[in-house]
């Protein structure tokens, strides 16, 4: 059952590839990342450091200290933030809960048909595995339609997929090679010739929850038809390899358990994770899908969803994931999220007055200080810890005379109370997810930042120098390792 | 039938309809008799093409054309000669100009002089014998032209040796010396190239005049001669990297050539040279450190004498420096440079705020430490850096720590062992100081004689060594527990050698025993070869394979800059009221 592109269906499949390529990009090019910088933006940016360049010059101090103030603000503005989305996360459950009961108590007929769609590059001894989990996904197997989206290229894993293909269900679908080689553009390219009426992305190393998939179709039908995305948790199944995975661990489940509830409760856009998550069909193909100039195209389409008046939900159910477990590898990984979520802030700040329109004050909010904010204060954290630590060590006075007294104090609170509220919300999920040997890696969290730091800058770098490049994670690490790691690499 | 031809004259031409007749007409007269093709490598926009076709048209065979177009004339005049060689297929190749300035005359003169004397170029030269420069009008182009032969054979004095007109447009090379891929020609005269580059063992000259021009305008310029010094000095620099002549290439890599080009310009990078150069830069970048650790290495003064940590350092590194191969193969040098520059700037920053005091010492120290590993993650790539972490930091636990307890403890601990094995032969002077007797001499044992400090210090650079090989495990405390036993023996027993000495053979041998240092060294070697053993063990260097070493040129370079930023200022204060000065007026 393997759809090669062969001659007579040629014509087909470049309008198809076409289509997954430059699909949302010509319908709507300023949703579309293949441009970093419109003209607007760029004639604004350039105006406003050449705005800054003769205060600088002229009053190199007081402009410094203007400029530290507002970042003061703006920092201490991402920490209440934070702190409000963890407090609208507590007060109520703001997940979509679908007991077991409920989930198993469709009968089969009246399942939607559902499409999975797995991307996978280079890496045959996943598939096997991969095959085993969706064996175990409780969900009538005529109703499935699993596309498994392999670049044609790619001959390893296609052999060792067609060596193991079980059932008429999985469908292997070659992606033609064509720039750029990313995995929206596969799932575009899956999408298709997907049949089902609800569809979710599954990365080929995960394992999502046996239910997940009766469970999102047992919410769709009970959400309000707004609700066009459900996305589900993610977690790690190998959090206790080393500290960078605890971290990791740690890590995500503030992210899904707090941060993304709040901002539900907050009536907030959310910028989605990269797997798991589930879609009314129609709606995705009318939105265009993701983009495939985008580096997290899953954080994009949240964005994108929102402004064109769709919502998401958070799907109480586990998808257990590979955590990074290697310093360089979660760098690279991280970095592209970073400048994904910097992408993604620069397409919706294009138009302000529409995506303020569209978004409302909360979804603006949302947009500013979630995905721009997150890269960016992980990048400023560096620049405020070096200027602390300076400091002390010298007390020279130019810091001092950096800051204008009111916001010293507002610098002093983040530094202090800010700092201390993060590692305390760390805590905080390391009760919630009832994990005691986490403790002492939440409280060791701050060296973490640093690692964020790094990725922060390096983010910030590539957008100048290479905005579309996609960084190469490295899965498999996890597994016993074999003679020549390279040979486990994929693309996520 | 006639046979194959020997000869094969490349012109090129670049719009000269008039002289390709006369050309021709001169070649048949003074070549009569012998066999031979002409290939006219054509730049031109007229109607030059035309005109040779219609010369070639009674000898197609013969004369040959090679047009090139506009766009797609690399190399200009060079590139046109470098084609030209690369279509020919006779055993022999003349080059020269179109101009009719290179008399046909003198070929059969080089084609002679090439069989007689087995050459492998026959330069057609100006400046020998009876050759003149009559037609290079002009005394600034006469000098522009004489200048840049000058200089081509002072940056060349072996190749160009038997040349004195390195810049002619007129020889004759065997074919099969000059490989065409191998040429990079820009523009100007190829020779030089074919010279340098080529395999040429011989070269003769013959004299020619060089003749006014017959038609058509010149193309030498000043700007031509500009090109050819950047062409030079190009080429002189890629041939100092890849030496074509034996005595070159000798002295070469006797002169550490080939230690650069090893680790900046090809694959085959050292992993120890580039670490050796880290270390270098280090020192270079903090003069003042040098000194400082040159009296630390014997003086008990701060704390630990360094010789044990750098001998630990030392032994850690030989067996960590490759990579183990249970390592992972993923590398970003965009982290390296990210990390690089934080670990500069800090020591940057560190030796920039360093207060003008005491303790402007652990300020030097700390900035030491942030440069060589900024060095090494920007020379061996972050993963190195974090495999040699420990190294990189050992030293620094011979930084100013008080431990007035723990050198207490260390101090009775080995005095006591050994007063106890020694007590049959020496006696105590009070509740501390150990004394033995020689012919009636009372030797006492005096207190820097003792490596109190050094005890707990070995012990304290066991343990970090151990934790970078074993990590956090229970074998990690066997070890270290074991390793330490051993080194205490060792001092408490040397101690006690020491005491015998003075007992057996006299003041003399007790003398040499007590000073300073004697001891620690014997520590410090003790624990050198159970950290190296342990490095060795945990990390055995993959046999064959080749792992990754980042490309280390601009690295190099900045490293280089702000040593020299660092360093600099700082070089001669410290070498003129250094420690190192007192220390080697003092002894």
Redesign the interface.
Known sequence: MIKKPSAHLDHHLDSDLAKSINGLRTRWPDYSAHVVLTRLQRAALLGSALLLVPPLVWWTIGTLRVLIAAITVLYAGAIIFRIALVWAASRDEHRTRVSDEDARAVPDHELPVYTVLVPAYREPQVIGPLMDHIAALEYPVQKLDVKLLLEADDHETIAAALAVLPSPHVEIVAVPVAHPRTKPKACNYGLQSARGELVTIYDAEDRPEPLQLRRAAVAFSRLDPAYVCLQAELGYFNSDQNRITRWFTLDYATWFRSLLPGLVALGMPIPLGGTSNHFRMRTLRSLGAWDPFNVTEDADLGIRLARLGGRVGVLDSVTLEEANS????W??QR?RWYKGYLQTWLVHSRSPWATARQLNWRGLLCLNLFVGGTPITALLNAVFWAMTV?WF??T?PVIEALFIAPFYYVGLVCLVFGNATVIYLNVLTVRQIERPDLLATALLSPLYWVMMS?AG??AA??LIFNPSYWEKT?HG?HLP?V????ST?HVD | MEPEPQVCVVIPTRNEADNVAPMLRRLDAALAGMPFEVMFVDDSDDDTPETIRAAGASAPDRIRLLHRLPGQRPGGLGGAVVAGIAAARTPWVVVMDGDLQHPPETVPALIEAATEAGADVVVASRYRGPGRSDGLGGLLRRLVSRASGTLARLAFPLRLRPVTDPMSGFFAVRREAVEPSDLRPNGYKILLEILVRGRIDRVVEVPYTFQARHAGASKASLREGLRFGYHLARLRSQMLLRPRLRPARAAGSAAGASAVRRMVIDGRRSVRIRFALACVLTVAAFPAVTPMFWNGLWSREPDVPLVIPLAVAAALLVGRLKAPDAELDVHDRQVDGLLATFLLMMAAVLTVIAPDDASSSAFALLATAAYLAGATVLLLGTRAAARLRWALVLPLVALDVPMPAVQHAGDRLIRGGAALISAPFAGRLDATSLFVRHAGQTLVLPESAVPATALPGAVLCLALAGLCCFGATRRLLARVLVASGVVTAVAVLGLAGTLLAGRLLGPGAFRVAVVPGVLDVVLAVTIAIFVWRWSRAVAPPPPTERRYVPRGRRAALALVVMAAALGGPALPVAWSSSAIGSFISSH
């Open positions: 290697d310093f360089i590898n760098i690279k970095s300076l060590l010298a020279p790094i800058a390096k770098l590539q490295t690490l390792r003679h020549n790691s390279l690499a």
